[in-house]
C-alpha cells in the first residue's frame, strides 16, 4: 500500500512539474479557430476530439502541449456576440431556437423541456453560472487520484470561476436556509460539503461569462485546430485482418454540406480519437458509428462494428422542482449562487431578478408554442392555461417584474432510463427518457427538499420579499397552474408535495450517463471492445457530481489529458 501512495505522489509531482506551469501565452484571438468550410478534404492528427464542449476544451487545451490535436464542434464560436454570453442573456439565450442559435431544444419522452448546448464551450456558454467542485466521497467513488484532481481544478478555476457579490436577495436565502437548519454556514467555498454555502460563479463582477472555450487560451497554437460548424457523421474503424476494431479516421460536415474527413497520424499508436460530446452526443454517435445496440442500429441500417447493448443506457437526469416568488419590492438580477446542501441529500438553490424572471416567464409561452407543435404527447396544458398562467405571473411585477425563484435539485438521482436514435442524421436529437422519480427514494428526497424550501420561504429572512396576503400554499398554488412541462395535471397535486414534484419536475440540465464506466468504457475511459476510442465528458458519469457539474466535467477533461500525456511520454521514453 505504502508503494502504491509514492506511485501516486510520483506521478502528480511529475505532472506538475513538466505540465503545470508550461501553459502557451494567450493566442490572439485563438487564431486556430475557424469554420469548417476552410477545412482540407483530408488532414491527420494526433488526437481528434469530437466536441468542442465542457471537456472537449480543456482536454485539447491539455492534450497540446505534447500533440497535434483536433477539435470538431457542431456549433458556432461564443465570442461572436458577446452580450448573449452575458448574465443578463441566460434565458433568452437558453430559448433561442433559431437554427443558428447556441442551444438546441429537445423535449425528453417524459414531457419535459430541455436543451443541448450546440456552441464551442458547450453548455457552459448556457448555465446558469454556478461552479462547485464534486465532494471527496464521489472523487473517491470515480477512482480519481485526489492530488491531480485538486491540481486540475485550480487549473480551470484560474481562467473562468469567481467569487460572487452577495446582494439582497441571495443573503436573504442564505440566511433563510440557515434558519430553516441547513447547517453549518460555510461561507464561500468551492468545496461540496454538507451546510450552506456561497458557491462559485463562471460570471465576473461585470456579468461576463468565462466558459470552457477560455481554457483553450492555455492551448499551444502551433498544435491545436478547432474547427467550427463541423457536424462529424461517423467515426470509421479498420477491421480486417484485427482482433478487435480500431478507430481511424471520422467524416465531418462543414455548413454548406461538404464532407471531410480527419484521420489519425499512424506514428504513435497512443493516437485516439476521443468523443466529448455529452450526455446526449457521446451516446448518439457511438450508435450511428455501429457501436450499440445492434438490434436497435440494424433497424436504422448501420452496420454493427460492435454489439454493445449498454450505449444509451442509465440515462437520468436530476429532476428540478421550484416555487415562484413574486416580491413586493425589488431584487437583484441574479443567477445561482447561494445553495444549501441538505442531509437529506437535496440541494436548494435560487435566482433573482427582472431580466431572470421575466425571460423565464416569456421562455415558458415560447416553449410551450414550439413543443406543442412538435410532440403528440398527451397533455392537460392548453394554450389558454399557458397564456392565462403567464398573465397571472406578470401580473404580481406591475411591469417590473420583482421576484425570484426558489429551487430543489435531488442528489444522483437513482431513476435511469435510455436513449435512442431517431434518425441517422446527427443533427436529429435522439429519443431520451429520464424516468423521473421511477425510484422511490428520488421523489423522497424532492419532498424533503421542497419542506426545506417552504421553511426557508416562512422564515424571518425571507419575510420582506414575501406579499402578507400570499401563503405559501398560495405560491404552490401558483406553480401548478404554471404550465412548466407537458406532463399531466392532477387535482391532488397542490395539495400533495409527491405528486406536486411528479407534475410540476423541471430539467436544470444536468442530465448524464449513455456511455458508463465499466459498462462502455474502462476505468481509462476507453471504449470497450475496440482500439483507439474514448469517451471524455459527463456520459460516463452514474450520477451528477456536486450541485453543478460542469467544474468537475472541465476538470475531467484536464485531469484525463494529463493521464493520457503521461503515457504517450512514457512509451516515448521506453522506446528511447
Request: net charge negative; proline share 5%; with cysteine.
Amino acid at each position: 500500500m505504502a508503494f502504491e501512495c509514492w506511485k501516486i505522489y510520483f506521478l502528480v509531482v511529475l505532472l506538475m512539474m513538466f505540465h503545470g506551469f508550461c501553459y502557451s501565452e494567450k493566442a490572439p484571438y485563438y487564431t486556430f479557430v475557424k469554420e469548417a468550410t476552410s477545412a482540407p478534404e483530408i488532414s491527420f492528427y494526433d488526437y481528434i476530439i469530437i466536441g468542442g464542449g465542457t471537456s472537449g476544451c480543456p482536454l485539447a487545451a491539455t492534450l497540446s502541449e505534447n500533440a497535434a490535436v483536433l477539435v470538431l464542434e457542431r456549433g458556432g464560436s461564443p465570442y461572436s456576440n458577446p452580450r448573449m454570453t452575458d448574465m443578463g442573456s441566460f434565458a433568452t439565450s437558453l430559448s433561442d431556437t433559431s437554427p443558428a442559435s447556441m442551444s438546441q431544444q429537445f423535449i425528453s419522452e417524459d414531457g419535459v423541456y430541455n436543451a443541448r448546448a450546440r456552441v464551442l464551450g458547450g453548455g457552459s456558454v448556457l448555465n446558469a453560472g454556478f461552479y462547485t467542485r464534486a465532494s471527496v466521497d464521489y472523487v473517491r467513488r470515480a477512482g480519481w487520484l485526489q492530488p491531480l484532481v485538486d491540481i486540475s481544478y485550480q487549473w480551470v478555476e484560474k481562467k473562468v470561476a469567481f467569487q460572487p457579490p452577495m446582494l439582497q436577495w441571495q443573503t436573504a436565502v442564505r440566511d433563510g436556509l440557515l434558519e430553516a437548519g441547513v447547517l453549518p454556514n460555510n461561507g464561500f467555498t468551492y468545496d461540496h460539503i454538507y451546510g450552506t454555502k456561497v458557491g462559485g460563479t463562471i460570471f465576473d463582477r461585470e456579468g461576463h461569462r468565462h466558459t470552457a472555450a477560455d481554457l483553450l487560451e492555455y492551448a499551444y497554437p502551433e498544435r491545436t485546430a478547432v474547427y467550427l460548424h463541423a457536424t462529424v457523421r461517423r467515426i470509421l474503424f479498420l477491421t480486417k485482418e484485427r482482433q478487435r476494431p480500431k478507430a481511424y479516421c471520422v467524416i465531418f460536415e462543414d455548413a454548406y454540406g461538404e464532407n471531410h474527413r480527419a484521420c489519425l497520424n499512424n506514428n504513435n499508436p497512443k493516437n485516439e480519437i476521443i468523443l466529448s460530446a455529452g450526455a446526449l452526443g457521446s451516446p448518439q454517435m457511438l450508435m450511428l458509428s455501429g457501436i450499440g445496440p445492434a438490434h436497435h442500429l440494424m433497424a436504422h441500417g448501420i452496420k454493427v462494428v460492435v454489439d454493445q447493448p449498454l450505449v444509451g443506457q442509465g440515462m437520468s437526469d436530476n429532476p428540478m422542482n421550484l416555487l415562484f416568488v413574486p416580491s413586493p419590492i425589488p431584487v437583484e438580477a441574479s443567477l445561482i449562487q447561494v445553495v444549501g446542501i441538505t442531509r437529506a441529500d437535496s440541494y436548494i438553490e435560487t435566482a433573482s431578478g427582472l431580466s431572470f424572471a421575466y425571460s423565464w416567464a416569456q421562455t415558458l409561452s415560447d416553449n410551450y408554442a414550439l413543443f406543442s407543435n412538435q410532440t403528440g404527447q398527451p397533455s392537460m396544458v392548453t394554450p389558454e392555461a399557458m397564456a392565462n398562467a403567464v398573465d397571472l405571473v406578470q401580473s404580481f411585477v406591475n411591469g417590473t417584474l420583482r421576484a425570484g425563484v426558489i429551487l430543489e435539485k435531488i442528489m444522483g438521482p437513482i431513476s435511469t432510463g435510455h436513449l435512442e436514435l431517431r434518425s441517422t442524421n446527427p443533427e436529429d436529437n435522439p429519443f431520451v427518457t429520464f424516468n423521473y422519480f421511477q425510484e422511490p427514494e428520488d421523489l423522497k428526497r424532492c419532498v424533503e427538499g421542497m419542506q426545506t424550501i417552504i421553511r426557508v420561504l416562512n422564515s424571518r429572512a425571507l419575510s420582506r420579499f414575501r406579499y402578507n396576503d400570499m401563503s405559501v400554499q398560495g405560491l404552490i398554488n401558483l406553480m401548478v397552474n404554471i404550465p412548466t412541462n407537458l406532463r399531466p395535471r392532477h387535482l391532488n397535486s397542490a395539495l400533495s408535495l409527491e405528486q406536486f414534484c411528479i407534475d410540476t419536475v423541471t430539467t436544470i440540465w444536468h442530465y448524464h450517463g449513455g456511455c458508463q464506466v465499466n459498462r462502455v468504457v474502462d476505468q481509462d475511459y476507453k471504449v470497450l471492445g475496440v482500439d483507439s476510442l474514448r469517451v471524455i465528458d459527463g456520459s460516463t458519469f452514474y450520477h451528477s457530481p456536486g450541485t453543478n457539474p460542469q467544474a468537475t466535467v472541465m476538470m475531467l477533461g484536464r485531469y484525463m489529458g494529463l493521464r493520457i500525456l503521461h503515457d504517450r511520454e512514457k512509451l516515448s521514453y521506453e522506446k528511447n
